[in-house]
């Protein structure tokens, strides 16, 4: 097994990597942009390296930059996490060529996959079903609106080298196809350098089945069962679960043997899905194409499967056979994902950027928390991906699943800037939700221009909003992390007692102070005791916020030699 | 004495005023528009970073607030609110202000591509330009027929949410429809 790997990632993914590996007694290296120093995945990280300029370009995306880094950081392999360069073959290859390891399928096999109309030959070789459409590799505007027509519309344009619903356009009839043609080639190019588009026979009302692989070098390759995620927004999956309420034994048996001979088809290694689109008229589907990497979503099969991918990932990686046998593996109980976005769902779902001030996520059996902020809140910047975290339930049936998870959402804050939040609770409690009726068209149809229903406006919300002016200044509201707690005494363990200017004399000074600025009487809140021991002191007065009331107050001035009176 | 604080749930203007208790509360007073009063004892205490419960008539209730400038994001039983704190000096007709959303930025980003030029005629719902951000484009959309008479950035510029993005004219015929 390696020493030292480097995650060339950011957020919850290189956080939940960095967790599985020093689980397994491997140290990790951490990477990150100029925005992201304070970022969760940097925390935690044993070691950690700066990328400098924060454009994906010049920092998550520059391969050179990141294998200097692993060479350097003495690391063994990379794993690539998810989006970023997860599918690139050219830089796996300068992996591999570099003398590294590189914790993914094959770089000959990303290629394979990756040029999505070189897959779908090598599927139709394979006499695996593809979508109907136009592979040819012609982007010439006027041969692709003839072949447009050939296929029938609604015609959906995708680009070669795409993912994640960039590059992509769905053509509803011929004079949509220039505008949407030009839109989706330059999209493509933006994102990923590359403007090659090719076209598909559009589907309403299927479902997005994908199937998670998992091989080994050892010619072993095994599926881990199904996850619908049919939930979706601009193309993007927002909720996945799993098992799919669309499949029965036979169909997903059916399915299962499909996706490992798409993956043997390609001599697919390491983790990756099988992406299908199933048409639940006739039970027909499609192969779709292969994810070449570890899926955002991997955490519901993990749930239910009881079986690591991460550790896999890194054990295949590492030459390991696998010990995983096909009828072996059982999905037990049912689990849900649910995406937690900064977006604005009353504005087509466009991205929001800015500070998440407070956070607080549900604790409880079965719960897990994938966080791409820290729990004291975090920037979320316009450079990058704006999801927030990963919520994930299991329970032992679909209803119950969907009661913890009701219940895990309602406990969910993340404020500051607009979330998804809001948005997810009302698709909890849609009646075609609850029944399992779910298609790829689901947010379209039920929630197009969704608007937050405003109720009136409850009067503890209003008392919660008042009582927060009062005791903000209580709250470490200057956002820098400290975290101070008010308690009705002091704690006797308590180191600040001991300390001159925080001592038990100047609180209460202070808190006369703040009682003064709000009116007569005694402040309910009578003393301070900073919870967060380390540090606090010297960065607190250093970041002062200029706007905190604290600036006012005797022995908490910035400057402390000044003989500002009071 | 007590503190008197203004809020705006964006339908209608609350006042909430809270007075110190001489023992270990608040008094609130809640006033809506109608007129209704209410004057209930409430006690809280503060849990951590934007964390704190209050009690109010037995009830223990948890909440989370944090703030961005007048915004209050507030999460409690459950549910998440926006609401702004408005100054009391403040005139009543803050309805006044205009939605310009539609000539504005709809998202941070770099605007990719401007479709039109100053002195274009456009038509109401016509595309004007493209905005993008984390690689997704979006379109503005001309809300109105008129004239394009300044833009105000090339393209290739990064722009902030909500900004004015370009001026037109709305033509005088585009009230009729």
């Known amino acids: 097994m390696f020493n030292r790997i480097l995650i060339a990632n950011r957020g919850e993914i290189a956080s939940r990597i960095i967790a599985c590996a020093q689980e397994m007694g491997i140290e990790t290296v951490a990477i990150y942009s100029e925005v992201d120093e304070e970022s969760v995945h940097v925390h935690a990280a044993d070691f950690s390296y700066p990328l400098g300029n924060p454009v994906p370009a010049e920092s998550y995306l520059n391969m050179d930059k990141i294998i200097k880094i692993a060479l350097e950081s003495k690391s063994e392999a990379i794993h690539p996490g998810y989006g970023f360069l997860s599918e690139n073959a050219v830089f796996a290859r300068k992996v591999q060529e570099a003398g590294l390891i590189w914790i993914g399928p094959s770089p000959k096999a990303i290629h394979a996959v990756g040029d999505k109309i070189q897959a779908k030959k090598s599927m139709k070789a394979a006499s695996i079903p593809v979508i109907p459409g136009y592979h040819g590799g012609s982007t010439n505007k006027k041969f692709l609106k003839q072949k447009a027509r050939e296929i029938g519309y609604p015609v959906l344009i995708k680009a070669t080298a795409g993912g994640g619903g960039r590059g992509m356009r769905i053509v509803n009839s011929e004079h949509e196809f220039t505008a949407a043609y030009e839109s989706a080639r330059r999209e493509a190019k933006n994102a990923f350098g590359n403007g090659d588009v090719f076209l598909e026979k559009y589907f309403t009302h299927i479902r997005h089945i994908e199937f998670q692989i998992l091989g080994d070098h050892f010619g072993n390759i095994v599926h881990l069962n199904e996850r619908e995620c049919s939930i979706q927004r601009r193309h993007q999956k927002i909720i996945e679960e799993t098992p799919s309420t669309a499949l029965d034994e036979d169909l997903r048996k059916k399915m299962g043997d499909v996706a490992i001979a798409a993956a043997r088809a390609v001599n697919y290694t390491n983790a990756g899905s099988v992406e299908f689109v199933l048409d639940e008229k006739d039970n027909s589907f499609y192969f779709l194409e292969i994810n070449a990497r570890l899926q955002v979503e991997h955490a519901i099969t993990e749930a239910v499967t009881g079986i690591d991918l991460v550790r896999w990932q890194l054990k295949i990686a590492a030459g390991q056979e696998l010990q995983l046998k096909q009828e072996e593996i059982v999905s037990r109980g049912h689990s849900f994902e649910f995406r937690i976005y900064a977006e604005n769902p009353e504005k087509q779902f466009l991205p929001s950027s800015g500070k998440i001030r407070t956070v607080q996520v549900p604790v409880g059996v079965n719960i897990r928390n994938d966080l791409g902020i820290s729990t004291t809140g975090g920037e979320i910047s316009t450079f990058y991906d704006p999801m927030i975290a990963k919520l994930i339930v299991h329970a032992e049936t679909r209803e119950d699943a969907i009661q913890k998870m009701t219940w895990a959402l309602r406990n969910y804050a993340a404020l500051g800037i607009p979330t998804n939040i809001t948005f997810l609770r009302e698709v909890l409690t849609h009646p075609d939700f609850l029944s399992g009726n779910t298609h790829t068209d689901f947010v379209t149809e039920h929630y197009h221009k969704w608007k937050n229903g405003k109720k009136e406006t409850p009067f503890q919300v209003l008392l919660a909003a008042a009582l927060f002016e009062v005791m903000e200044p209580f709250m470490g509201s200057n956002s820098n992390g400290e975290t101070l707690t008010i308690l009705d005494g002091i704690d006797p363990h308590s180191p600040w007692q001991k300390i001159g200017t925080w001592g038990r004399e100047s609180l209460d000074v202070l808190t006369d102070r703040v009682s003064d600025t709000l009116g007569k009487g005694k402040a309910v809140i009578k003393k301070i005791i900073p919870v967060k021991s380390d540090n606090i002191k010297s960065s607190f007065i250093r970041d002062l916020d200029p706007h905190s009331p604290w600036k006012k107050i005797g022995p908490w001035e910035h400057d402390k030699k000044s003989s500002r009176k009071f | ?177």
């Open chain 2, 1 to 177: 004495m007590s503190e008197v604080f203004n809020f705006d749930d964006g339908n209608q203007r609350f006042e909430v005023r809270l007075r110190r208790d001489d023992n270990d509360g608040y008094y609130v007073v809640i006033k809506d528009h109608e007129d209704n009063e209410k004057e209930i004892t409430v006690t809280a205490k503060v849990l951590g970073t934007g964390q704190f419960q209050f009690t109010l008539e037995n009830i223990i209730y948890k909440c989370s607030v944090a703030k961005d400038g007048d915004l209050r994001f507030i999460h409690l039983d459950g549910a998440d609110y926006e609401i702004r704190r408005v100054d009391e000096l403040e005139e009543e007709d803050f309805e006044e202000t205009v939605d310009e959303g539609s000539l504005s930025s709809p998202m941070p980003g770099r605007i990719v591509k401007l479709i039109v030029k100053v002195g274009d005629v456009v038509k109401k719902s016509e595309d004007l330009l493209v905005v993008e951000a984390m690689k997704m484009e979006n379109k503005l959309i001309s809300p109105f027929e008129g004239t394009v008479t300044e833009i105000f950035y090339s393209e290739g510029d990064q722009v902030e949410a909500n900004v004015p993005l370009m001026e037109i004219q709305q033509s005088e015929t585009s009230e009729e429809s």
